[in-house]
T-cell receptor
Framework: AQRVTQPEKLLSVFKGAPVELKCNYS??????LFWYVQYSRQRLQLLLR??SRESIKGFTADLNKGETSFHLKKPFAQEEDSAMYYC???????????FGTGTKLQVIP | ETGVTQTPRHLVMGMTNKKSLKCEQH?????MYWYKQSAKKPLELMFV???????ENNSVPSRFSPECPNSSHLFLHLHTLQPEDSALYLC?????????????FGEGSWLTVV
């Protein structure tokens, strides 16, 4: 069975400090991994996906198959980054997406 | 209006009531989903529809009954619910059933069962 673990419910950092939101997954095949974000009073939306190897709003995430991790990182946190962040895993070829429990990022001015 | 729209945004119902949640997407997508988001739990996939056909029922109790009359509309019919069914119900859509598609979510319908 596939599983996504986000160990931190809340992460508080000061503005300008580095951010790392942790995500570990459990899946034996080749997963597709995503980060979704939900800003206050907005809908859940895609932030980035590992297959694109992109940087969105300064965030990056690298898939580490050895450690089965997909941590989300940003070198300098901004106040507008405060939101709920969800890591998600999709089995290759299937629609079913498994989400983590989410981490609330709080950037302190 | 573009995107995924859900109505009502808030619903309070008794355990003997029958109500429905509605979802509409204006993205031209062919796959639609119902997710349940409870406090302290991860998002749980409930149902998947692809080209109006149900392709996944994630062991959801029969008191939740989905309906997909066309690729743009999805309903969740509710009857004889339990208080533990109180949650945020999210509708979502993707272009099709292929892996890797971006999921577009609605704002959700907050359901309270009393």
């Amino acid at each position: 069975a596939q599983r996504v673990t986000q160990p931190e419910k809340l992460l508080s950092v000061f503005k300008g400090a580095p951010v790392e939101l942790k995500c570990n997954y459990s899946y034996s095949g080749s997963p597709e991994l995503f980060w979704y974000v939900q800003y206050s009073r907005q809908r859940l939306q895609l932030l980035l996906r590992h297959i694109s190897r992109e940087s969105i709003k300064g965030f990056t995430a690298d898939l580490n198959k050895g450690e089965t991790s997909f941590h989300l990182k940003k070198p300098f946190a901004q106040e507008e980054d405060s939101a709920m962040y969800y890591c998600a895993l999709q089995r290759g070829g299937y629609q079913k997406v498994t989400f983590g429990t989410g981490t609330k990022l709080q950037v302190i001015p | 209006e573009t995107g995924v729209t859900q109505t009502p945004r808030h619903l309070v119902m008794g355990m003997t009531n029958k109500k429905s949640l509605k979802c509409e997407q204006h993205l031209g997508h062919n796959a639609m989903y119902w997710y349940k988001q409870s406090a302290k739990k991860p998002l749980e996939l409930m149902f998947v529809y692809n080209f109006k056909e149900q392709t996944e029922n994630n062991s959801v109790p029969s008191r939740f009954s989905p309906e997909c009359p066309n690729s743009s509309h999805l309903f969740l019919h509710l009857h004889t619910l339990q208080p533990e069914d109180s949650a945020l119900y999210l509708c979502a859509s993707t272009a099709d059933s292929s892996a890797g598609n971006t999921i577009y979510f609605g704002e959700g319908s907050w359901l309270t069962v009393v």
